[in-house]
């Protein structure tokens, strides 16, 4: 049988040149960018140089670039960074209740054992935060606003220039997690987000795991959350990890500015899918038609769960996703379908697809021819 991936929004395959790229740090370059003696040194050059390649890209200040390890560390970090920071100037905190858990549960562990307070800005139904709505909700004790660029479920593109420019007009520091974002939508520098800090993670875009990133606008300094030396402008203390900075530093020159996803080969692929589930009965598309991801086409199906649907597509050879992945073996209802005004039975019954470069016509094809079946049988009712 046929492996047909199509859940690329989970994690995307190493790009061979960013494999090649790591391989001489996972041998003769060994060396610690702390140590003094010179096979140190040459790591140290190559992790400035990293750093000044990245910061090219981003038109950044290399400074501005602090390396982690992925998304959850960047998302934690700007968060936890900023509120702890800045918290004798305010303790509220304004987020979006579709965010990666990544992001909600720092919030959360703020608001029960810090003294924050957080307001989950509502959606609309198509998965979008209202700039009006987040205008309301801007408090004097506001000391970070944090909205995602591109929803890991469902794939809607929020107005994060706009709510950045919210932000900045009254002075609060603006985060946004692009983890889903870059590789995917147009991209001309690190300032179109209008964010003072944003997330990237390497493996979303055929980059290794274990690999991110955080942008941090100077001169903000937020408090570390790794405590023990003086690595990354004393922001994240650890050696760090060359191979993965190495294919992460290959994966944003390579795939960024022109993202890896290639909208013109990813849309008409898209439309297929979304046509053909969305014809079947009791099945609705999630994902919105305008300001999406090129490659993520969401559904729920009534009278179905999620776990039962990805079991039988997987039988048929077919990787696809609840949404976020770490929720992917548990019965948990998607918070975003929820946020969206889904159905509690439905929030359950959540398939996403993700595309990427690899995927074909003749893929799509067997998805859809296989899909009417899958769904009936975890419906309970064999065709
Ligand atoms: C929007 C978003 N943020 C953060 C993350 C976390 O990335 P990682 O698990 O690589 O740390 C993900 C990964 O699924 C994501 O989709």
Redesign the pocket.
Known sequence: MRTVYFDY??TTPLDAAVRTAMLPFLDAEFGNPSSIHHVGRRARAFLDEARDRVARVFACKPSEMIFT?????S?NLAVFGVARHFRDKGRHIITSMVE?H??LHPCEYLSEKEGFEVTFLPVDRHGRVSPDDLRKALRPDTVLVSV?A???EIGTLQPVAELGALCHERGVLFHT?A??WFGKEPFVDIHQFNADLV?V?A??FHGP?GA?ALFIRSPLLPDPILFGGGHENELRAGTENLPAIAGMTEAIERFVRAPVFNREQLAPLATKLRDAAGSIAGVTIRSPREECLANTVSFSAKGCDSIMLLAGLDLEGICASSG??CSAGSLEPSHVLKAIGCEADESNALVRFSLGRESTAEEVQTVCAALPAVINRARGCEL
């Open positions: 929004n989970a390890s992925g998304g959850t560390e998302n990666h990544a992001l995602m591109a929803n890991n997690d983890a889903q997330s993670c493996h979303k795991k991110g976020s992945a």
